[in-house]
């Protein structure tokens, strides 16, 4: 049992009212609760929870904007829990608030065996119904995120808002801890966020100076505040206003800072508040008490530390509920009220109404397509498949609100600008304005990824996935690796965002192998709910970005090539938007089954062109196929994958100048990358690493006579240039 002396039990009330409970109560429910639940399931982080009830308090009940009746209010303050091993704060807080996908026992369900329907995840997972605006669990993640949230609420604002009309003035808060404050993306952000005086943004900082290893002095004793400053944040410390004896100061203190924090125009805000993780338990401040159970008799003397009975569990007295009973009628009061100002708005100014409303809505703009070129309004001469990108991002940027484009300092080598673009900025520095739809990421790529999730996120997507905010990024294929975390959280959370990642091969050319992908493509095709498309010339272009735009909800990732490729004869939208397809068949014209099929993707398709030209020379019967995207042939019917790809008659080889990893679902054998790269020109580095149109044919020719008589099985996987030597 614990080592103090038993305390009556009793349930502490508001001098006030004595059917409130009081602030002492309102903090002790909460932080019980916490380590209550944690122990029942022996798994979870109570320590934050417990340390940071304040803040919870203080955030949701007093400081926040929303309606727990209507989860997707347009206006709505949005909280993102950045730190969010701390969820069990978030849930029990949107449960007391009056959510109504929250209750006692959803919170409960918080590691249970109880898992496969619960919304009480171990990490926040998007579900804006239900008051959880974005995925979030890596840490850092959610600062960058809550920066995209904050540059789509400040462009909409300006886009929209009208003198009188404050439409959109809602504020982003960001939760966040030690851990995030540390990572690289989080830092990332706060450059960008303080850069761009996004005074719409509070970042609340629950400093506890405790990681799963102890304490942060081993890694981490900088001036966080002098920092912020430095990056151009307003800066609140709030202290440590954890009173044992007087909670009502405690959250006051802390909404205090918060509501001064709301008010602050120029500049982000940051407030720090220290804490103490675990509060009320014999391992608060300790590493113990940050990802772990606390143990039955340590549970039992907090709750005797807080006067209440050390045997019941998940107690939640009824006047805690009413201490929070007022929020709900609050916030339906203040949409109400924007409601009627909306009202108004839509009789002043009937255009912007209607096109605010279609972009909350999730609907693109009617017959969009029809801005996208023709096939024969397409260049025919060569060129690179970043710059028939860029046709398409010209077409739609100008006259497509939606549109949301940047680049992490590649804006000219990505080809995502267009004639007459405004950039977002600081109105203050001259460079652009709120409403510029052309972001400058700097070289921040991890950031720029993550800041387009919560741009993504800002507005809820339409029952066939589409948005009305579509958050374009680019990059050089390379360096979508410093992005891929973010990527994944994309996928993870079905969020439509549009990576153009260009320089895709050995076609960077002299900028060598640091520049040049190999490996990549393999984990980005692994990502479920991401497709990485290639396309092969601009007629693909088009199919991947329409695809990307209208197609089933996620990430796209589009890789394009430096150097110039052809407009392919038998190309079709059509058929890239089913992954793969037959381009054509030699000799032309012939009815004979082909004896192999190649398979090209990007740049390598004109390739493989030419290589089954030079078979079907030879007598060997050759068909072309463009796979531009795996992810959506692997969707396509059997009978089609059959059709195209018909490996039980037919020998396979994939061309693609990168590694073979992948390829062995598809091909019986492929002519692919075995080392990294090197510098040259793009031209004699194909030939060097065995992608001339002579060798390939040779290799391809050699392989389909050695496998006349003895066709492959399973486990037969060849790479053809694995014994080549680079020369």
Known sequence: MPDVAPLPVQELRSDDNPKIASESLVLATIRVLAADIVQAYKGGHAGTPMGAAAIGVALFRDVMRFNPRNPLWLNRDRFILSAGHACLLQYINLMLVGYEAWTLDEVKRYHSRDFKTSKAAGHPEIEQEAGIEVTTGPLGQGIANAVGLAIANKQLAAQYNKPGFDIVDNKIWCFTGDGCIQEGVGQEAISVAGHLALDNLILVYDCNKITVDGTINNCFTEDVPLR????????????????????????????????????????????????????????????????????????????????????????????????FAHVAPRGAAAEEQWNGLLAEYTKAFPDEAKELERRVKGHLPAGWQSLLPSRDQLPTAPQPTRKSSGIVVEALASRFPDFVAGSADLLESTFVSWKGMVEFQNPETGLGNFGGRQIRYGIREHSMAAIANGLAAYLPQSPEGTSGIIPVISTFFMFTLYAAPALRMAALQKLRTITVATHDSLGIGEDGPTHQPIALASFFRALPGLRLWRPADAEEVM????????????????????????????????????????????????????????????????????????????GVATSVVSMPCMELFDKQPSSYKRDVLPSHKALVVAIEAWSSFGWARYAHASVSMHSFGHSGPQADLFKMFGFGEENVAKVVGEYVQRRENAFPGVGDFEELLINHVAH
């Open 228 to 323: 912020f400053k430095a990056a151009g944040w307003n800066v609140i410390d709030a202290g440590r206003p954890e009173l044992e004896s007087e909670a009502a100061k405690e959250i006051s203190s802390i909404a205090d800072a918060l509501q001064a924090a709301r008010q602050h125009t120029g500049a982000p805000t940051l407030v720090m508040v220290r804490t103490t993780i675990g509060f009320g338990s014999r391992k608060q401040d300790t590493g113990p008490a940050h990802g772990q159970a606390l143990g039955d008799e340590e549970v039992a003397y907090v709750k005797q530390k807080f006067r209440l009975d050390p045997e019941a569990k998940f107690v939640l007295p009824e006047s805690v509920k009413r201490a």
């Open 543 to 618: 199919a991947a970005w329409q695809f990307a735009i209208e197609g089933e909800a996620g990430p796209s990732v589009l890789c394009f090539s430096r150097q110039p490729v052809p407009l392919l004869d038998g190309s079709t939208r059509a058929g890239a938007t089913k992954g793969a397809y037959t381009l054509a068949t030699y000799p032309a014209g012939s009815s004979s089954e082909p004896k192999v099929v190649l398979i090209g993707t990007g740049s390598e398709v004109a390739l493989a062109v030419s290589v089954a030209k030079r078979l079907a020379a030879s």
